[in-house]
């Protein structure tokens, strides 16, 4: 059974940091790419980052660049979402997922979810 478990959101002053990682179990991790995706209070599903399987290609949300920075340890299963200079407008439910390929933003093509870690950035 794949499990996808999101940790290390919370509350975040304007202009601090947060990190949050999303442990993998149940696949064979370093064979998926990885994603992070987020969803504010009535408003779509978008595009964070991704990563892939290796590593070597990343790719950011054109909004979002310069302040994240996705990383992943094969090793330890776990995926990573450095955020930075956060602002009120990053609060939101941040989700990871897993996918055979690396697929950038197309969220179709991701096979599991997490259940979401909450981020909320206060002024």
């Known amino acids: 059974q794949v499990q996808l478990v999101e940790s290390g959101g919370g509350l975040v002053q304007a202009g601090g940091s947060l990190r949050v990682s999303c442990a993998a179990s149940?696949?064979?991790?370093?064979?998926?790419?990885m994603a992070w995706f987020r969803q504010a209070p009535g408003k779509e599903r978008e595009f964070v980052a991704a990563?892939?399987?290796?590593?070597?290609?990343?790719g950011y949300a054109d909004s979002l660049k310069g302040r994240l920075t996705i990383s992943r340890d094969n090793f330890k299963n776990t995926v990573y979402l450095q955020m930075n200079n956060l602002k009120l407008a990053d609060t939101a439910v941040y989700y990871c997922?897993?996918?055979?390929?690396?697929?950038?933003?197309?969220?179709?093509?991701?096979?599991?979810w997490g259940q979401g870690t909450q981020v909320t950035v206060s002024s």
């Open positions: 149940g696949l064979t991790f370093s064979n998926y790419g």
């Open positions: 997922a897993a996918g055979l390929f690396y697929s950038g933003s197309y969220s179709a093509k991701y096979d599991y």
């Open positions: 990563i892939s399987r290796s590593g070597s290609n990343i």
